[in-house]
């Protein structure tokens, strides 16, 4: 299984980024897709998730200003991030809390890797 995180970049504060993240391989189901966020020296803290029937919760910090959203079919997380600042500037990952697999076996808290995402002063 493979977690494929896009969308990052430099942007001015104000401005929107658009992160996705598409699950591939050969699995059942996902539950819950969320978005983590690192910045330099802190430790790695939830930005937002989604169950598979689109229940969200969000950190307090990114409250009405990022938007959580998914793609059962194509197995793909979103995260419309708006108004950014420069304190939402970290390395952004992809989770997936359990994939399930045919053959009835598990997988928990799954990583893709970071997408690095800048916003300027």
């Known amino acids: 299984v493979q977690l494929q995180a896009s969308g990052g970049g430099l942007v001015q504060a104000g401005g929107s980024l658009r992160l996705s993240c598409a699950a591939s391989?050969?699995?059942?189901?996902?539950?819950?897709m969320g978005w983590y966020r690192q910045a330099p020296g802190k430790q790695r803290d939830l930005v937002a998730v989604?169950?598979?029937?689109?229940?969200?919760t969000y950190a307090d910090s990114v409250k009405g200003r990022f938007t959580i959203a998914r793609d059962n079919a194509k197995n793909t997380v979103y995260l419309q991030m708006d108004s950014l600042k420069p304190e939402d500037t970290a390395v952004y990952y992809c989770?997936?809390?359990?994939?399930?697999?045919?053959?009835?076996?598990?997988?928990?808290?799954?990583w893709g890797q970071g997408t690095q995402v800048t916003v300027s002063s």
């Open positions: 989770n997936v809390d359990r994939i399930r697999f045919a053959r009835g076996d598990y997988v928990y808290n799954y």
């Open positions: 391989g050969s699995f059942r189901s996902i539950n819950d």
């Open positions: 989604i169950s598979s029937s689109g229940r969200t």
